[in-house]
């Protein structure tokens, strides 16, 4: 008896022997024994999932001598000339040769005769999509109004090439790919009917290749129970098929979750030598990362890993992030795309182990951006320290609080000129030129309402943070009265007082005590802390130079126009912060203040920033380089 292959010999007979297509089964059954028999069928979907066998199977339900029967029986004359192929009332015509208007007006003259034996005269035209458009437009009419013996069934993998007008005129079934578990099941018959001996994994393997398609995994079997002799192991068809086995890319990625390159390309090396190509190791490399991902997100179905979970190492399963894995995938799919132009496909497969041997350092932009705001909050933390925060003031008394001036610029004037402060309510003498008498004084009321201007560049020239804070005896010093007492007291009168009599000078208003004093270190920290939620934000305040309380308003000094403007952003979340922790409510005023770093300054913020750098992307800096 001449040797026929498993997909043939294997073919279903009947509806029941269809495999995984249970919609299909049920409704053309349902229609066969209700009687309700249509005129053209249209069977769409992947390669070998049985589209022609249900086909024949249909055509032989419509025929059978006991039929129509949804069963038929398989041995009167119809279903055993229908199933060798030779029945005159079941013509199948191949699309793809067949594809002219000719060969249709062929088939228009022929539908005219009656069925020879049969009930029906059923044609089967398999790759339906193949037929030009003139001959889909020629067989619209006979499609639409066959003879009541006439059925049509058309099969096709690609459902989209057939017009709209061929898809109206007919019922449509879409056929399915078959479950991985259901292939290895027949598999498994398969071998039990031949005698042999398989092991699960070799099974499981050849119905994953398979991709879903029953002719395919038949196909498979046959080439590799030509080589196994009695019992087909997984092991047997890696090496006779040049595949890179499941324990061999284990170990490989072992070694890449310690970092050691050199083993990884060398143990790629002896994989290539014993006859796997490179596309094949790309294959399979990818496939394994993609199973790890599964695992990594809890799956552990068989079906979509292809292995029991039990074979992958619990190291390499921990080893990478989500991320990296994903990472990864990515990675050799743009790599297999990419190696047909390469001028070395195995220089590229070596650069790519190279770069996955780092993979563990790997951080996904996301990851990255999380860790800079960890870093920022930390360091932010860190510079509401003593060495960052701004010194706080003492308590002034109301004799200094009339005396200090409105503004921080004006307290700074203050400090680079004593006569700004105020003394007392007497005017003090200052000798002035006169055009009669060098000698001449004119009285020089000093007041605060009024503080003489200090020009900005005797300003600038120390930083505003390095003026310690006014104290009452700062605002006015002790020996300002006394010198200036005793000048005018030394310098003779040019007239007797009684010959121009002085009017007495105009009391002024007492001045309205204002607020005016330094953020303590604990209320700037609570501050920082009310704002947590928001770390930019936490971490702009920590920068900020100087907290200083006028009146009613708080002004914030920045060092840049970056934090000027996040601060201005955030102003009305910042108000309702300050608010809560001091007790009332203040204007926030922000501006940037100019300060000049010395070099030891500018060299400690460089060393900072160098740190940030190294702690945000894990690096050294290479010995002779800044």
């Known amino acids: 008896m001449p040797y026929e292959v498993t997909a043939t010999r294997k073919r279903p007979q009947g509806f029941e022997q269809l495999v995984g297509q249970d919609f299909v089964v049920s409704t053309l059954k349902s229609s066969v024994e209700l009687g309700r028999i249509a005129h053209a069928y249209l069977f769409a979907g992947p390669r070998g999932v049985g589209k022609t066998s249900a086909a024949r199977i249909l055509a032989k339900a419509l025929n059978c001598a006991h039929g129509p029967t949804p069963n038929p029986c398989g041995v009167c004359d119809q279903c055993q000339e229908i199933a060798r192929g030779n029945s005159l009332d079941v013509i199948e015509i191949d699309g793809a040769s067949n594809t002219s208007v000719n060969d249709v007006r062929e088939l228009k003259d022929e539908v005219l005769f009656a069925p020879n034996s049969g009930r029906y005269k059923a044609y089967i035209i398999d790759e339906v999509h193949m037929l030009s458009n003139s001959a889909f437009n020629a067989l619209l009419k006979t499609i639409e109004e066959p003879p009541p013996y006439i059925v049509f069934i058309f099969a096709t993998t690609e459902i989209h090439k057939v017009p709209a007008t061929i898809r109206s005129r007919c019922q449509q079934f879409n056929f399915r790919l078959i479950p991985l578990e259901h292939i290895k099941a027949q598999l498994q018959q398969v071998v039990e009917d031949m005698g042999l001996e398989a092991e699960d994994e070799a099974l499981f393997w050849i119905a994953k290749e398979a991709t879903g398609s029953l002719r395919d995994a038949y196909t498979l079997f046959d080439q590799i129970a030509s080589f196994s002799d009695q019992k087909v192991s997984l092991k047997e068809i890696q090496e006779k098929l040049g595949l890179v086995g499941i324990d061999s890319i284990g170990e490989m990625l072992e070694l890449m979750a310690d970092g050691r390159s050199a083993h990884v390309i060398s143990m790629a090396e002896d994989v290539l030598a014993k006859g796997v190509s490179v596309e094949q190791f790309i294959i399979d490399l990818a496939e394994y990362f993609r199973t790890l991902l599964f695992l990594k997100h809890g799956i552990e179905r068989e079906a979509l890993l292809g292995y029991h979970p039990d074979r992958f190492p619990a190291k390499v399963r921990e080893a990478f992030t989500t991320s990296q894995l994903e990472y990864a995938i990515e990675q050799l799919l743009i790599l297999y795309r990419d190696i047909r132009y390469s001028l070395n496909q195995r220089f590229e497969m070596e650069l790519m182990l190279s770069k996955l041997s780092a993979l563990r350092e790997h951080l996904s932009s996301r990851e990255m951006m999380a860790k800079i705001r960890e870093l920022r909050a930390e360091l932010a933390g860190e510079g509401s320290g003593p060495s960052e925060s701004p010194a706080p003031s003492r308590a002034p008394s109301p004799a200094s609080t009339e005396a200090s001036a409105s ?214 800096i290479v010995d002779g380089v800044e």
Not at 432 to 458: F, G, I
Request: proline content about 10%.
């Open 407 to 620: 503004t921080s610029e004006e307290g700074t004037a203050q400090k680079k000129s004593p006569l700004n402060n105020s003394v007392s309510a007497e005017a003090v003498h200052i000798p002035v030129p006169h055009n009669e008498s060098e000698t001449k004084t004119e009285p020089l009321p000093v007041t605060t309402a009024e503080p003489t201007a200090v020009p900005a560049e005797e300003i600038s020239e120390k930083p505003e943070e390095e003026w310690p804070e006014a104290t009452p005896t700062e605002a006015a010093p002790e020996g300002v009265a006394a010198a200036a007492a005793t000048e005018a007291a030394a310098t003779p009168s040019a007239e007797p007082e009684s010959s121009v009599p002085s009017a007495p000078p105009a009391p002024a208003p007492a001045p309205t005590p204002k607020i005016h004093r330094q953020l303590a270190k604990h209320e700037i920290e609570k501050v920082i802390d009310e704002v947590r939620q928001s770390p930019t934000l936490a971490s702009t305040l920590g920068k900020v130079c100087s907290w200083k309380v006028e009146g009613d308003q708080l002004r914030l000094s920045c060092d840049s126009n970056y934090a000027m403007r996040k601060l201005k952003e955030d102003v009305a979340v910042l108000k309702e912060k300050v608010s809560e922790v001091l007790g009332t409510r203040l204007e926030i005023k922000v501006e940037v203040q100019d300060t000049s770093q010395t070099a030891e300054e500018k060299h400690h913020s460089r060393d900072e920033q160098v740190e940030l750098v190294k702690k945000v992307f894990r690096g050294e």
